[in-house]
């Protein structure tokens, strides 16, 4: 069975200071892997996606970066955190057959940012 | 571009009752929608997906029938339960990998 692991589970950081989130899919080979943001209750905003390793798309500028260093781990990361970066970080795979595929989502990091 | 509505952000009924969520997407592609459900504290999980005209599909007692003459997507179930307060996401597929997700609408159940 598939297993999708983000971390850390939370974060409380300083504005200004650098960010690393990471996301692990075990059980299931080269899969397409999303990066969302949601603020609290709000909705999700889709972020980079990748179908491969080395190669991510940015969907939108957040000041944010991403990286897929190996099949099973994505990558989320900014030098220099914003206020408008707190929320909820959500890591989704989904299997690489098209684009009517149910996308899983990992459990999330919630990030504040002070 | 691509885009999802959804015109109510709360939607509070009694237990037993019918409920209908409405979502309208617009898009110059063939579209895949979906309805995720996002329980407080939890990430979202699918609950239900089409992208053919005029099917109905079903799960969990919940169903969706994609209308494409009219861009719709509504959920709908016949009677709630107070486990189906959530948050009720419908989302398009561009089939480019891009997913966009509607605001969200606050299913409240009361007994």
């Known amino acids: 069975a598939q297993t999708i692991h983000q971390w850390p589970v939370a974060e409380i950081k300083a504005v200004g200071s650098p960010l690393s989130l990471g996301c692990t899919i075990k059980g299931k080979s080269s899969p397409n892997l999303y990066w969302y943001w949601q603020a609290t209750g709000g909705t999700l905003q889709q972020l980079f996606y990748?179908?491969?390793?080395?190669?991510v798309e940015s969907v939108v500028q957040l000041n944010l970066s991403a990286s897929r260093p190996k099949d099973d781990q994505f990558i989320l990361s900014t030098e220099k955190l914003l206020l408008s970066h707190s929320g909820f970080y959500l890591c989704a795979w989904s299997q690489d057959w098209g684009n009517y595929a149910e996308q899983f989502f990992g459990p999330g990091t919630r990030l504040t940012v002070l | 571009g691509d885009s999802v509505t959804q015109t109510e952000g709360l939607v509070t009924l009694t237990k037993g009752l019918p409920v209908m969520l409405n979502c309208t997407y617009q898009t110059t592609y063939s579209p895949f929608l979906f309805w995720y459900v996002q329980h407080l504290n939890e990430a979202p999980k699918l609950l239900l997906k089409s992208s053919t005209d005029n099917k109905r599909t079903e799960h969990q007692g919940f169903y969706a029938t994609l209308h494409k003459s009219s861009s719709s997507f509504h959920l709908q179930k016949s009677s709630v339960q107070l486990s189906d307060s959530a948050l009720y996401f419908c989302?398009?597929?561009?089939?480019?990998?891009?997913?966009?997700f509607g605001d969200g609408t606050q299913l409240v159940v009361k007994p």
């Open positions: 990748s179908i491969t390793v080395g190669q």
């Open positions: 989302a398009l597929s561009d089939g480019n990998n891009r997913i966009f």
